[in-house]
């Protein structure tokens, strides 16, 4: 064979094994590309059922069996306080994994706070007012429900050393009395049952949350305060709750949401469901609130 024929040989031969290897290059190419396109779209149903971690490592995911974990941030009312740790206790039961922390306090103060953009999954007011706040300003994730209610009495020391049995009874000489203020809900409650009794009365403080007109009465500070009927049986050791009939025109409805900007989405969404379910329910029903 001559050189030319060789040459001419191995030429055709180099073609065809080039034009083979990129046949399997080019196979093996398009093998990993759906591959890849395959393995995101599992990436991204796994997202959908198993969650994330949020930037901050929060964990904001939800397991196979419907369970979620990580830490849920809980913006409540001052006068839920008992009555959620209890809840936020059974709630981590049920969720093994999960921790709820609560800030409680007036609910128009954990509004602004909310609306200025601390970090929150659920918020649970006091009064529908301090919630609509949250929702105009566009924090809430859906439609706040309603979960509870709660009426207001006098909350006075035990025995009742004034005799103190209804509204008019605070505007006696010398009875010394604490009102929440008129922008957190026990205080706008408050204001609407003494316009009912048409009772002129002017406090001696105006507390920030019920918590703080409450212990006015436990440390002897005042003789009476306008409380929730809740936040007197939890107290039942140091002062007495006298009811009176206009509480009736001043019941509060205490809707609750998950936040818009969670951290833990899942988390936030299963607590407000939590919170609707029967044994929380029952916890709110043996602390003295009304069903919704």
Known sequence: MNAGT??????????????????????????????????????????????CSAGDGRATGSGGDGRVTGPVTVFAAASLTESFTRIGKDFEAANPGSRVTLNVAGSSALANQITQGAPADVFAS???????????????????SVFARNQLVIAVPGGNPKAVVGLADLTNPGVKVALCASQVPCGAAARAALDAAGVALTPVTLERDVKGAL??????????????????????ADVTGVEF???????????????KNAPNPDGARAFVAYVRSAPAQAVLAEAGFQAP
């Open 6 to 51: 060789a040459g001419r040989m191995n030429a055709r031969t180099a073609g065809r094994m080039n034009a083979r290897t990129a046949g399997r290059i080019d196979a093996r190419g398009r093998r990993t590309a759906v591959a890849v396109l395959v393995a995101a779209g599992l990436a991204v149903t796994g997202l959908a059922v198993t969650g």
């Open 215 to 236: 212990a006015k009465v436990k440390l002897g500070e005042v003789d009476a305060a306008l409380v929730y009927r809740t936040d007197t049986r939890v107290a039942s």
């Open 126 to 144: 006091a009064a529908p007012a301090n919630m609509t706040t949250v929702v105009e300003a566009g924090d809430a994730d859906g439609t706040p």
């Open 245 to 259: 009939p206009e509480s009736a025109r001043a019941v509060n409805d205490y809707p609750i949401v998950a936040l």
